[in-house]
């Protein structure tokens, strides 16, 4: 799908988006000729090239909107989404040629920072979309995140059964690393994928941190040799083995929601970034023109 | 209260683990609950009823009988369904307020009450970003654009104001206060162009690039100020220093048939830069009697003369074996007598006060070399002689004196009569009319001074002395900087001087010692990378001679032509 987004009709936008470029370059440098105005915004050519990136940015925009209108017929979101990808990436030219890399504190720099940082958000989505898909496939081994959340709990259901028969001081602590096992959470917890689950050690009375269900493993390993009888060993064998099984599955979950988020935390930039711009534009032009 | 709770365990059918609680309520959850069921998206509160247990949920559904429902009553024998759970009742043991069973139905979602999905919203960023973006940048500086009360306010405090909406810097010349801050001062009415009324309210003595009386202005009419002068550029430039502001029109002189007398410009080399044209004196009636009129002809005419009226030679004065310096007694030195202006380009005007008359004195008694005549008005000065020897010749202690001495003999100096017979008016005025003779006809005026004898009676009426008016300017349309060319590296300023104006060869003060365009060429040519100069580096666009910017524009003349654009 990657590869089509940007190859999409033998890069069609990538020809369109380059001959707009080049065209851009050859404005911009056609404005050597009025001495009384040195290359900017308010020459002519700096006029087309406003309104050629006012234009860009307003209907890059409208992606948004397309991708919401599933019974559209204006294109297929693919060609629209490629468009998109193109077009921005060469708006970032056609703007820059537009300020001529002219910058103050003004409401035009704030117009072209937030543009810029638009396209650069558009670029980090465009690499998660190319990249992360694949590394979610070879994570989540071709089973969905509900699929795993389900033998999770049938793994902690076994558990809680399993454990009734140890001692009350081993089931104690195994219950606790399943009550306080943390999967998610706040944003950054899911993007950061660190594991914040806890266990209570026996006789104590605050949770310490059993991270990649380190403590528990560890805790069932060592009474292993310890175990008097045949049976006890057993039980204890089959619990590090259900535990060892949830350390696997609750990291590959926490890898499916740092993916996950990761694949959708831009646009938390990008849209927000591109109504600012799209204020900030129009301000842009009004205020150039009403101190004309 | 007591609860006991069964639940069906995943091993085996029949086998089941029983919990109890204890408490007001039992809560079923998928955490923080006291009957953990993994998965359940919200939580239970379940409290004995009349008829069963009263069940309330939050945060999710359950169902009951046919109905979908948050709150219910669930009666022995019947069963609540939630997120994979049955819940159904049994008769509690002795001791227990409430039996439970639990059954699980169906496979269950891990959850550990984090969530598992971005919940951030992009709208709400989105609103307060641009409402931001919209406040600062829009309304507060629109505000002071209605309101200068508020602009001021604005401007005066750390908030944000129409300074936002500049573009670029402004030259330092309108950095300053009162300028820079007020946009207002140049962006008079919004959407409008800046129009020239704000240059001018500043700049009242700016001249045009022609005279509009004398030149035809059309080629003017409908530019702006800011045409050619654009504020907020990067890097910061208001004047146009680029040949093509004067190359664009003057290098096509076809294109401008009303310019008398243009000639084609289009860099500055001998091919494409005519010759430059000397503003020359032309004197009016008889030497100059009715004044001068500039002249402006090509330096390369032949016999070329300046017509000052001065008797003078260069090649004398530079002369060591011929004039010394009063002081040091070396020879003189261009600056003895040319003393640049603080614009570098002109020269102090030079006058018998101060640079002739220390050796060209102007006394004309021998008998009191001391007194001198006054000089530049004919009539005071054969006053003055008149005065001085019926004054001498009147007094009869003076006249005795007179006759008793016997003066040293001047050389250029008339020896004048000691004795005289007769009355003392006739004396003295026969003395006065002999020396004013000498003075006018032999040596003293006429050494510098073309004098004309006009032959009338009346002594005042005798003589015409010509008056005398050296050029100042002699390229009215170009500006030259003196002062950096003096810093050539010859040991003798004079030789620098010498470098241009050949004086010491030059033996009549009509000799025209300015050069012209070849000198500057040889340096300057654009065509032969040398120092090369372009058009404004000796020509404005603003001329001295221009129409006052201020009357030009706002003419009746110019308007028309506006409107006839």
């Known amino acids: 799908m990657h590869t089509s987004l940007l190859a999409w009709r033998n890069f069609r936008y990538g020809k369109w988006a380059l001959l707009l470029g080049v065209i851009g370059i050859g404005l911009y440098l056609s404005q050597g000729g009025n001495a009384a105005q040195p290359p900017n915004g308010g020459t002519w050519q700096g006029y087309v090239l406003g309104t050629v990136g006012a234009l860009l940015i307003v209907w890059l925009s409208v992606l948004g909107v397309r991708k919401r209108r599933y019974s559209s017929a204006a294109g297929t979101v693919q060609g629209w989404t490629s468009a998109h990808v193109y077009l921005g990436a060469v708006l970032l030219l056609i703007g820059t040629l537009h300020s001529a890399a002219q910058v103050g504190w003004n409401v035009h720099t704030l117009a072209y920072a937030l543009m810029c940082l638009v396209i650069f958000s558009g670029f980090y989505g465009l690499y998660v979309y190319i990249h992360l898909p694949g590394h979610l496939a070879t994570n989540n081994a071709g089973k969905d995140r509900d699929a795993w959340l389900e033998e999770l709990a049938d793994l902690d259901s076994n558990i809680r059964d399993t454990v009734e028969s140890c001692d009350a001081e081993l089931q104690a602590m195994a219950l606790s690393a399943l009550d306080l096992t943390q999967l998610g959470g706040s944003t950054w917890q899911q993007l950061t994928a660190r594991d914040g689950s806890r266990i209570v050690l026996p006789g104590q009375s605050k949770a310490v941190s059993n991270a990649e269900q380190g403590i528990i493993v560890n805790a069932l390993s060592e009474r292993i040799p310890d175990a008097r009888k045949q049976s006890q060993a057993e039980v204890l064998n089959e619990l590090l083995a259900l535990f060892g099984r949830r350390r696997v599955i609750l990291h590959l979950l926490r890898q499916d929601v740092r993916l996950k988020g990761l694949l959708k935390v831009w646009l938390f930039v990008h849209i927000p970034l591109t109504i600012a711009l799209l204020v900030a534009l129009s301000i842009h032009i009004f205020s150039v023109f009403i101190y004309w | ?565």
């Not at chain 2, 009869?396 to 003999?409: I, V, Y």
């Open chain 2, 1 to 565: 209260m007591y609860f006991l709770v069964r639940r069906q365990t995943g091993r085996g059918s029949g086998e089941a683990l029983e919990n109890e609680y204890q408490g007001n309520e039992l809560t079923l959850g998928s955490s923080d609950a006291m009957v953990l069921l993994p998965g359940l998206a919200g939580s239970l509160q379940l409290k004995p009823s009349k008829g069963g247990v009263q069940v309330v949920a939050k945060g999710m559904e359950f169902q009951l009988g046919d109905k979908t429902q948050r709150k219910g009553t669930l009666p022995p024998g019947e069963t609540l369904s939630v997120g994979g759970y049955e819940l159904s009742l049994f008769e509690a043991p002795s001791g227990f307020e409430l039996g439970l069973l639990v059954r699980r139905t169906g496979p269950v979602k891990a959850s550990f009450g984090g969530a598992m999905e971005l919940a951030f919203s992009s709208r709400r960023l989105s609103w307060a970003l641009a409402l931001v973006v919209l406040a600062i940048f829009l309304i507060l500086p629109l505000a002071g654009v209605f309101q200068p009360d508020v602009a001021q306010a604005l401007r005066s405090s750390p908030l944000p104001d129409d300074g936002l909406w500049s573009s670029g810097p402004l030259v330092a010349a309108h950095d300053t206060s009162g300028v820079s801050e007020d946009c207002q001062a140049c962006h008079t009415t919004p959407f409008v162009m800046v129009e020239d009324a704000a240059c001018l309210e500043c700049h009242r003595g700016m001249t045009e690039h022609v005279d509009i009386a004398l030149h035809p202005a059309e080629a003017f009419a409908g530019e702006r100020c800011a045409t050619c002068h654009r504020e907020h550029n990067e890097p910061e430039q208001l004047v146009r220093l680029d040949n093509g502001l004067c190359v664009d029109c003057h290098a096509t002189p076809a294109d401008w048939p009303g310019a008398e007398g243009m000639e084609a410009v289009s860099a500055f080399t001998t091919a494409a830069h005519p010759e430059f044209r000397l503003g020359l004196l032309t004197p009016q009636g008889p030497g100059g009697a009715h004044g001068w009129k500039l002249e402006r002809v090509r330096a390369d005419q032949p016999d070329l003369q300046e017509r000052s009226n001065l008797k003078f030679t260069h090649a004398v004065h530079l002369d060591v074996e011929k004039v010394q310096d009063e002081a040091s007694g070396e020879a003189l030195v261009c600056a003895s007598c040319h003393v640049p202006k603080d614009d570098g380009e002109h020269f102090e005007e030079i006058s018998m006060d101060a640079h002739c008359r220390s050796c060209h004195g102007l006394s004309f008694d021998v008998f009191d070399p001391e007194l001198e005549l006054p000089h530049g008005d004919l009539r005071a000065a054969i006053t003055a002689m008149e005065a001085h020897f019926i004054r001498e010749f009147t007094d009869p202690d003076l006249r005795a004196e007179r006759a008793g001495q016997k003066p040293r003999r001047v050389p250029g100096k008339r020896y004048a009569a000691a004795s005289c017979e007769g009355t003392g008016l006739d004396c003295g005025r026969a003395e006065a009319l002999k020396e004013a003779e000498y003075q006018f006809e032999q040596t003293g005026c006429i050494t510098c001074h073309e004098v004309m004898d006009t032959g009338a009676a009346d002594i005042f009426d005798r003589w015409y002395v010509q008056p005398i008016r050296i050029t100042a300017d002699w390229y009215p349309k170009g500006v030259f900087d003196h002062t950096s060319h003096l810093s050539l590296a010859w040991d003798e300023t004079t030789e620098v001087c010498e470098a241009c104006h050949a004086a010491s060869a030059s033996d009549d003060a009509r000799d025209i010692l300015i050069p012209g365009e070849d000198n500057c060429l040889s340096c300057h040519a654009e065509d032969k990378g040398l120092t090369a100069v372009g058009c404004v580096g000796c020509h404005a666009f603003h001329q001295r001679d221009g129409s006052l910017s201020l009357q030009a524009r706002s003419s009746p003349h110019a308007k028309l032509e506006q409107q006839g654009e």
